[in-house]
């Protein structure tokens, strides 16, 4: 039965967009039928096609970035950012499809040949998330398109207009409509997407409780591609530097950017304890300065709202536990105006919390924990069932070694936010934060299957042993 989807500006209130809910099986029988010719374009092709993309999306770029910054409540500046990842996200898929996937023919005996070809998975089911609402489900499209798989997306029910705007780009480029389809819906819908027969591949970007009930639902099926983002409750490690005002700066990056809805975000604050009144001092003073304001404010924000005001009011929940049970506040989370969510960047010790809570609280609240040895942070670090991004700040080049060796991370960055990271490079992370199929450059890995063939221009055989004379 179709119902409605409704989206609504965070930083306004006001409604930007309404639409229904669509048909799962009409999606599904559409891609199968447009599969077959898809998949039998040369690759040029579709290349040609994503390319056509790119410039469409370039047009576009500035009314796409205002959709974008409406819908989420981010800043107008990062809202252009992720409209240049889109962009960029073109070449780098070609790139990586090139390196990831190459085409292998090697002499066999009799004067055949061994080859190994890759092939497309079929149907492929993008689930995107609310935060990067174009630029994460476009890291599965693209790569998915260009290996000659069909995509059914389904947004995030809270960002429905920003995905409605980047297929109808595909399909201004000339990819045809039963390729790339849009599905409206809610978790009602995505459930029905992802146990679909019709359906090859599920690549998901969203919560580790969403990512884990995917799993589920597929254990029995393991001819379907699966591939899980989902987060990260993620440490950021400060170690003898004498440079704090950098050193806050890439802690506040790493916390606060986006709202602190980041997979990447920093949630973890572990330093040492010479080095703990000094940075805390820094800290309290930069984010007591960094300005949180609508999208198009003047001047410009660092940070906007967080996506609505049920998830600020189960942030404050969070924040209100930890200093509950034992935590120490250092910077509250507050609501900035009364009913809408604008929340302050916050700052919470947690070293004396007898249990702390391994959880991604998706917003702004950074967690301080004090330690007196690098095995100590290294150890802290690792106390999470995540394992997206960890970073190191200030240390030796024998610290750094230490720490990369030993830390729990498929993202481990020297001196670098835990945030930001490339899209020439893999993206992902073990424990509950994904399932060992990264995104981004590795996109193409989990986009087609390697094939193996030996073959001759004409039949050659003999059996030589085990015939009656």
């Not at 490690?237 to 916390?255: F, M, N, R």
């Not at 996506?307 to 120490?328: C, P, R």
């Not at 936010?417 to 590795?442: C, D, E, V």
Request: charged share 20%; aromatic share 6%.
């Amino acid at each position: 039965m179709s119902s409605e989807i409704v989206s609504f500006e965070p930083a306004t209130g006001e409604e930007l967009w309404r639409g229904q809910t669509g048909d799962v099986e009409e999606a599904v029988a559409t891609a199968r039928r447009a599969w077959a010719d898809w998949a039998s374009k040369p690759l040029a092709n579709r290349i040609e096609l994503m390319r056509r993309f790119a410039n469409e999306m370039r047009k576009a770029a500035d009314d796409f970035a205002e959709l974008i910054a409406r819908e989420t409540g981010k800043p107008l500046w990062e809202a252009r950012t992720e409209v240049d990842a889109v962009i960029n996200k073109v070449e780098i898929s070609v790139r990586a499809y090139a390196e990831r996937t190459p085409q292998r023919t090697l002499d066999n005996a009799l004067q055949g040949k061994a080859s190994v070809r890759h092939k497309p998975h079929g149907v492929m089911a993008v689930l995107g998330p609310y935060n990067f609402p174009a630029h994460l489900p476009n890291g599965h499209i693209v790569p998915a398109l260009i290996a000659g798989n069909c995509v059914i997306f389904k947004p995030s029910e809270k960002t429905p207009a920003v995905g409605q705007a980047l297929v109808a780009a595909f399909h201004e480029a000339g990819v045809p409509a039963g390729v790339v389809q849009l599905l409206i819906g809610a978790r009602d819908e995505g459930e029905a997407l992802v146990k679909h027969p019709g359906v090859d591949g599920v690549l998901f970007t969203g919560s580790a409780q969403a990512g884990i009930a995917i799993n589920r639902k597929l254990a029995a099926n393991p001819g379907k591609i699966v591939a899980l983002e989902m987060g990260g409750n993620n440490p950021i490690v400060l170690w003898d530097t004498p440079l704090l005002d950098d050193a806050a700066a890439l802690i506040a990056q790493s916390a606060y950017t986006t709202a602190g809805q980041r997979c990447t975000a920093a949630r973890r604050l572990i330093v040492r304890d010479t080095q703990y009144d000094a940075i805390l001092d820094k800290l309290k003073t930069l984010t007591g300065r960094l300005i949180v304001d609508e999208p198009f404010a003047d001047p410009a924000p660092f940070m906007g709202p967080v996506i609505d005001n049920q998830t600020a009011d189960g942030l404050m929940e969070s924040f209100v536990y930890l200093i509950t049970h034992g935590g120490k506040a250092i910077r509250h989370l507050t609501k900035k105006v009364e009913g809408k969510p604008f929340l302050t960047p916050a700052i919470v010790d947690v070293t004396d919390m007898e249990q702390r809570p391994d959880v991604e609280l998706f917003g702004p609240i950074l967690q301080v924990v004090k330690v007196s040895t690098l095995d100590e942070a290294i150890a802290e670090a690792n106390r999470t069932r995540f394992g997206l991004s960890a970073s190191l700040i200030g240390g030796s080049p024998a610290d750094y070694n230490r720490f990369w060796a030993n830390i729990r991370a498929g993202i481990v960055n020297w001196n670098r936010p835990t945030n930001g990271a490339s899209s020439s490079q893999p993206f992902g992370g073990i424990g509950l934060s994904g399932n060992h199929r990264p995104a981004a450059f590795y996109a193409a890995d989990y986009c087609a299957y390697p094939v193996a063939s030996t073959e001759m221009d004409q039949p050659r055989a003999n059996i030589g042993v085990g015939l009656e004379e």
